[in-house]
Structures are given as C-alpha cells and as structure tokens.
T-cell receptor, first 113, second 113 residues
Framework: GQQLNQSPQSMFIQEGEDVSMNCTSSSIFNTWLWYKQDPGEGPVLLIALYKAGELTSNGRLTAQFGITRKDSFLNISASIPSDVGIYFCAGPPISGGYNKLIFGAGTRLAVHP | KAGVTQTPRYLIKTRGQQVTLSCSPI?????VSWYQQTPGQGLQFLFE???????NKGNFPGRFSGRQFSNSRSEMNVSTLELGDSALYLC????????????FGPGTRLTVL
C-alpha cells in the first residue's frame, strides 16, 4: 500500500528559529494534511492542501503541496515553546476512502527556550 | 460546538479479556473512523463507519470490530486482548463537505497487562 516517509524524525531547536520538515511518497496523493499532536491528545489539523503546487499559510505555519503530488513540506517560522509536539503528514489513499488516512511516522519537535 | 469525545480516557485490562471503547462524533457528523497509535507502527487505520455501515476496514485481525448507532455514536470492541493491543485508540469524525477533514478525539489509552 501507499506509504508516507517523513523527515526528520526529530528536531531540537532554539526558540525563534525556523523549522522545516517534509513528507515524501513513491506514489501520488491528491490531498496532503498536516497535523500536530500534543502529549495525551489526538492530532489536530494544522493545514490541508488540495491542489498540486498549492502554498497555504496558517499563522506562522506554511505548507506546500509538491508539483509532482509525491511530496509536501511544512515550515514553522520563529518557533515558540508551544510548538513542541509531534507533527504528522497524512493523506487519503489514491484508491479512495477519504476517511482512512495514511499517516507518516511523525517529526518530533523540541524547542529550547 | 463540542468536539469528538471518547470514553474512557484510560483503561487497563489483562490478556484474554475484551474491551469496548466509545466515541461520540461532532454533532452533525455521520462518518466515524478509528485508528490505532503505537510507538512501533504509528497511526494505523482500523475502520470507518458511515450511517451505521462499515465503509472501510484496515488490515487488522477479526478480534477488532466496531459498530455505529443511529445517532452516529460509535463503539469499537477488541476481544481476546493481547499485549500488543496496548495503544492509544483514536476516533475521528468528518462532516459532509468534500473539503471537510477529519477531527480527532483525545483518544483512549489502553494498557494490556
């Protein structure tokens, strides 16, 4: 089945730094989603991308849907301590079933004040 | 409006027992999906229900089952628990719009001893 490869696995940065993480696949996705999960909670949707080449922002977060439809990246600018958590990329399989998302393994972000 | 709620939040069972987890979707949402999250396998899709019918199923053994009621509330059941079933079980609901996305509950943390 389709898989999502997320990198890096973890990041440890200083407060104020910018962060970049990405997600790739060997097959195409028609929708890319970025979620953040805090400890003991469920994932919360950050950004949804529906069109190849689309660039979308949500506050300090910016995400892009790759032109090849096989990748996406998420940038966080001027990181703050509350950015700590696990970031997941996800997407519905090309075979259909929007409600059965495929998730990447996650990028664990730690922010040092 | 209220988000997705899951009960109980924490559960401890022993091997061989069975367990039932409950999920109440966002009001008006008729699609409910279940995911299992473990450190080793990450987030994996279990099954999806829509209007009381199972619409999609992930690659899990028959010990995992679910159902949905007429008020869209859903339950999942795991019979003959194994140690490897210890995980965070997440429920997500989704609305009608084609651009609507899944909203996750806080999860039920199941520990099998």
């Amino acid at each position: 089945g389709q898989q999502l490869n997320q990198s890096p696995q973890s990041m440890f940065i200083q407060e104020g730094e910018d962060v970049s993480m990405n997600c790739t696949s060997s097959s195409i996705f028609n929708t890319w989603l970025w979620y953040k999960q805090d400890p003991g909670e469920g994932p919360v949707l950050l950004i949804a991308l529906y069109k190849a080449g689309e660039l979308t922002s949500n506050g300090r977060l910016t995400a892009q849907f790759g032109i090849t439809r096989k990748d996406s990246f998420l940038n966080i600018s001027a990181s703050i301590p509350s950015d700590v958590g696990i970031y997941f990329c996800a997407g519905p399989p090309i075979s259909g079933g929007y409600n059965k998302l495929i998730f990447g393994a996650g990028t664990r972000l730690a922010v040092h004040p | 409006k209220a988000g997705v709620t899951q009960t109980p939040r924490y559960l401890i069972k022993t091997r061989g027992q069975q367990v039932t987890l409950s999920c109440s979707p966002i009001s008006g949402h008729r699609s409910v999906s279940w995911y299992q999250q473990t450190p080793g396998q990450g987030l994996q899709f279990l099954f999806e229900y829509f209007s009381e019918t199972q619409r999609n199923k992930g690659n899990f053994p028959g010990r995992f089952s679910g159902r949905q009621f007429s008020n869209s509330r859903s339950e999942m059941n795991v019979s003959t628990l194994e140690l490897g079933d210890s995980a965070l079980y997440l429920c997500a609901s989704r609305g009608w719009s084609s651009t609507d996305t899944q909203y996750f509950g806080p999860g039920t943390r199941l520990t099998v001893l």
